[in-house]
């Protein structure tokens, strides 16, 4: 089966051009406001109950939640257990070999003389090194670019996107990150993944009727008949 990137762009359309829109918008905002004039303007937004559900919101990017999507995925389908673990590998490697090039300072290390006036959430441990990007950002625009891709219902792409949206926020709002670290996550978990969808999923391999099968699948397939 021969998959091109257009058909990919085609399975992921909603969320494709909500993200082309959102990306040209932020993009935009980089360009007429400072570093510092976004950050301060971002962490000045703060309410009790972000403090609360920020840092769970944040834990959607973390590699857990992919583990623990792709082994339910391995339930009901191989394919798609392939699609979105490796989709995963792939777009954190890329995202590790870029903080180890940059070696960035977070916003606690770039702001050391002024962090008197940031706002933190409590129990929350800051790190101070390898800003950027987010990796945090790139797991979560990567899955739910996959799980866009995968579902018959392509409107799932825009609450997929809204919860990708989300976890960037949260790295900001937890001073984790800069909006630029965000908004290159973003890039880096959709575009690397457009391109290793259209490379793996173009393969004769995944798309056989044995990968389409899932454990469940195997399970029942050898179970004995009950009389």
């Known amino acids: 089966m021969k998959i091109g990137i257009k058909d990919v762009l085609y399975r992921i359309r909603p969320f494709f051009i909500l993200y ?4 040209a918008t932020c993009l935009t905002i980089k ?8 950050f301060f303007t971002v962490n000045g937004w703060h309410q009790p109950w972000l403090d609360a559900i920020e840092p769970y919101v944040t834990d ?36 590790q070999i870029l903080k180890y090039i940059y070696i960035a300072p977070r916003p606690k290390l770039y702001f050391a003389d002024q962090w008197s006036r940031v706002h933190t959430v409590d129990g929350v441990y800051i790190l101070e090194k390898y800003s950027f990007p987010s990796g945090h950002t790139v797991s979560a625009f990567s899955a739910a670019l996959v799980i866009t891709y995968l579902c018959k219902n392509k409107g799932w792409g825009i609450p997929a996107l809204f919860v990708a949206i989300m976890v960037g926020y949260s790295r900001m709002y937890l001073t984790e990150h800069f909006y630029e670290d965000v908004l290159a996550g973003s890039a880096i978990g959709v575009f690397v ?4 969808l259209t ?11 044995k990968w389409n099968r899932g454990l469940l699948d195997s399970v029942f397939k050898k179970a004995p ?3």
């Open 60 to 95: 959607i990017g973390d590699g857990t939640t992919a583990v623990i999507l792709s082994l339910a995925m391995l339930l009901f389908s191989y394919r798609s257990w392939l699609l979105l673990a490796s989709s995963y590998a792939v777009t954190s490697i890329v995202a």
């Open 193 to 196: 993944t457009i391109f290793w």
């Open 31 to 38: 360009l007429l406001f400072t570093r510092e004039i976004i």
């Open 20 to 23: 082309l829109i959102l990306l």
């Open 199 to 209: 490379w793996l999923d173009g393969k004769q391999f995944i798309n056989s009727a």
């Open 225 to 227: 008949a009950v009389n």
